[in-house]
């Protein structure tokens, strides 16, 4: 059974917004302290998750940003060209 699977929910609402890496990090060390029961297992790693959760950012999905085309571009030049020849 993954360790996600025996969390309250309370643990695993925190438990969600963490990054991948640290996940990782709580997983293994979790595995390290042997076998215990999911009381045992969401009392000791409330600290843990609490500690990653204060300390660094929560997971947020990659937001992609559409980058100008080069006709648009050559579009913003010839309007401005255009503009400031009408200025003289």
């Known amino acids: 059974m993954k360790l996600k699977d025996r969390l309250n929910s309370e643990n695993r609402a925190i438990w969600d917004t963490l990054q991948y890496r640290y996940r990782n990090y709580i997983e293994t ?3 390290s302290r042997g076998d215990m029961s999911n009381d045992e297992l969401n009392v000791q790693i409330k600290p843990l998750i609490i500690h990653y959760q204060k300390k ?3 997971f ?3 937001i992609y940003i559409k980058k100008k085309s ?3 571009k050559i579009a913003n030049i010839r309007l401005y060209i255009n503009n400031s020849i009408f200025y003289k």
């Open 29 to 31: 060390e979790m595995l």
């Open 56 to 58: 660094y950012a929560p």
């Open 60 to 62: 947020k999905p990659k």
């Open 70 to 72: 080069a006709e648009s």
